[in-house]
T-cell receptor, first 115, second 114 residues
């Protein structure tokens, strides 16, 4: 079974500061890794994904994440945040090689950017 | 290109009632997945439909059922509603089954059970 742990439920940060949102996963099989963002009263939007290759992946809105297989982590980073980055962020995994494509989500991290 | 749409936006029901939620997938997508997002939680997988057949199911009771139509739109039906069914229901479509394919999410239907 797969499980995803997002270590911080809330992360407050000032505008233009760097931020890291942490994600660890547990799985008996190899996985694909995803970060989604959810703005208030909206659905989920894909920020970035790791499928294979370089462990550092870049996504939309200046976000990047690094896959660390030994630590089973996939932390999300941004060097300088904006007010508009305030949202809920979800880390997710899916089974590599599965035909189901089911996503397993963490509980989310609320990022609040203050002026 | 039209994205994933869901209807209705909000819904209020009472315990024991039945509800149907609807989803139109993104153009060209033949796979639809449904997720339940309770308040303060991450989305939980309910089931997935591929070419009108249920392809897989999460840990939800049989009173949660679904359909997919020839145009790949989908319905989620919930019978005998319980208070714990109050949640945001998200529909996601993708090009095919494989886990590497991006799932495109709709805005969700907020269901409140009183």
């Amino acid at each position: 079974a797969q499980s995803v742990t997002q270590l911080d439920s809330q992360v407050p940060v000032f505008e233009e500061a760097p931020v890291e949102l942490r994600c660890n996963y547990s799985s008996s099989v190899s996985v694909y890794l995803f970060w989604y963002v959810q703005y208030p009263n909206q659905g989920l939007q894909l920020l970035l994904k790791y499928l294979s290759g370089s462990t550092l992946v870049k996504g939309i809105n200046g976000f990047e994440a690094e896959f660390n297989k030994s630590q089973t982590s996939f932390h999300l980073r941004k060097p300088s945040v904006h007010i508009s980055d305030t949202a809920e962020y979800f880390c997710a995994v899916s089974d590599r090689g599965s035909t189901l494509g089911r996503l397993y989500f963490g509980r989310g991290t609320q990022l609040t950017v203050w002026p | 290109e039209t994205g994933v749409t869901q209807s209705p936006t909000h819904l209020i029901k009472t315990r024991g009632q039945q509800v149907t939620l609807r989803c139109s997938s993104q153009s060209g997508h033949n796979t639809v997945s449904w997720y339940q997002q309770a308040l303060g939680q991450g989305p939980q997988f309910i089931f997935q439909y591929y070419r009108e057949e249920e392809n897989g199911r999460g840990n939800f009771p049989p009173r949660f059922s679904g359909l997919q139509f020839p145009n790949y739109s989908s319905e989620l039906n919930v019978n005998a509603l319980e208070l714990d069914d109050s949640a945001l229901y998200l529909c996601a479509s993708s090009l095919s089954l494989a886990g590497l394919n991006e799932q495109f999410f709709g805005p969700g239907t907020r269901l409140t059970v009183l």
